[in-house]
Structures are given as structure tokens and as C-alpha cells.
């Protein structure tokens, strides 16, 4: 053979194994795709369902926030998200923007309560965050559950940031603190979601309350 036809038959091996590769690494390639987002500001709450301690509520919950428009507020309220339909997936991520408004004492126990106010997120039913979240002095649980002989974290633990408050705090700067939930987890199928406030009293929106914003539900294949 020929040093040019050595040189040939060089260039082609190298080609059939660089097609090899790719098509091999092509097979592991993580696919991921926007199932369902939602930032609010067209006033639709499509997918999304309120409940109150009465039943299903009709009406608006889109609120201009820190010029922006979030879903919500809420107090002794449940969100019922559901998405019938995803892209093919075997790992789901959840994501969203949780605005605590106002008067949130975090691990605090009023007199008489065997818990503090906990808000919590569902997937399927199942709990799979039971947390508190603190705007004034007490050590709240977030980022952990609540739960017997827990951490006790300062006051906005991972906070992303604050705003002033809506109603109690409203002349206060630090009276709504930002958290970015993130949860990942395998999954096939339809989807269904809760966010809820636990142990609220009824009534009284202006002494606390909570919002959701930038809803985000990611289909991941791999």
C-alpha cells in the first residue's frame, strides 16, 4: 500500500471513529424541555387550582407585587397544580420564585399551639417539604424540615433577597423575604403539585401571607 493510500485509509479510520463516538455520546445526552412555565404577568393561572378552608376559589389571584404580577396572596389556602400531559422524562424539576409577606415568626409557638405556622409542598400527596420561614427575629427551620430536634436556622436562612412588606410590614424593607424552591426527583407520568400554608388561622390576610411567582416545570430524559 502506498504511503497515500496509507494516508487515505488514515483519514477514513479516523472518521468512522469520531462517527462512533458521537453516535455512542449522543445516546447518553441529557434531554431536557420546558413542560409548563408561568411568570403571571398575562393574568392567567392556568393548570393552577386555589382551595380554601370552604372549597375551590374563583376568584382573582393575580397581585401586583414589586412591580411585578405574582399568583397569590395566599393565607389558609392550598394550590392544586396539575399537568396531565409532560415530553418524555424520567427525572422532573421544580422550580419557583416563594414570596413570605409580612408577619412570619418562623419556629416561634404561640401560646396554646402545639406547632408553629409551616408551609409545606406536595408532590403526589406526599410531603416533601414541611418548613417554617422567619421576617423578624426567631430562627426558623428553612432550608430544613420542621420536624422533633431539628436545626433551628437564623432568620432568612438562604433567602435570596427582601422587599417591603404588603400589609403589616408594608413600611418595613425587610417585610417580604425571597426564596428560590428547587426540587429534583425521578418521575414518569402526569404531575400534581400542593403549596399550603399549615396551622393558619383563618381570615386576616394582611398579617401574613404568601406568593408564588416564575413557575417553571422541567422534563428531563436521560
Known amino acids: 500500500m502506498t504511503r497515500k493510500n496509507l494516508f487515505h485509509f488514515g483519514i477514513m479510520g479516523g472518521m468512522i471513529l469520531l462517527v462512533m463516538v458521537i453516535s455512542a455520546c449522543s445516546k447518553n445526552v441529557t434531554q431536557r424541555q420546558t413542560a409548563y412555565f408561568n411568570d403571571f404577568e398575562g393574568d392567567s393561572s392556568h393548570q393552577l387550582v386555589v382551595f380554601g378552608s370552604a372549597g375551590r376559589v374563583d376568584t382573582s ?7 411585578n404580577k405574582v399568583f397569590g396572596r395566599f393565607r389558609d389556602n392550598a394550590i392544586l397544580f396539575k399537568l396531565d400531559s409532560l415530553p418524555k422524562h424520567n427525572v422532573v424539576k421544580i422550580e419557583f420564585d416563594l414570596f413570605l409577606h409580612d408577619n412570619w415568626k418562623g419556629n416561634f409557638l ?37 420536624q422533633n430536634n431539628m436545626i433551628n436556622n437564623p432568620a432568612l436562612a438562604n433567602s435570596w433577597g427582601v422587599f417591603p412588606g404588603v400589609c403589616a410590614k408594608q413600611n418595613l424593607s425587610n417585610g417580604t423575604s425571597w426564596y428560590k424552591i428547587e426540587y429534583i426527583t425521578g418521575h414518569t407520568g402526569s404531575l400534581e403539585i400542593s403549596l399550603q400554608d399549615v396551622n393558619f388561622s383563618a381570615g386576616n390576610l394582611c398579617s401574613k401571607s404568601w406568593s408564588i411567582d416564575n413557575l417553571k416545570i422541567t422534563a428531563i430524559y436521560n
Do not use: C, E, R
Open 61 to 67: 389571584t393575580i397581585y401586583n407585587f414589586n412591580n
Open 110 to 146: 404561640a401560646p396554646g399551639s402545639q406547632f408553629p405556622d409551616i408551609w409545606q409542598m406536595k408532590l403526589h400527596n406526599n410531603p416533601i417539604i414541611v418548613t417554617t420561614f422567619s421576617n423578624d427575629s426567631n430562627p426558623q427551620s428553612f432550608p430544613n424540615d420542621y
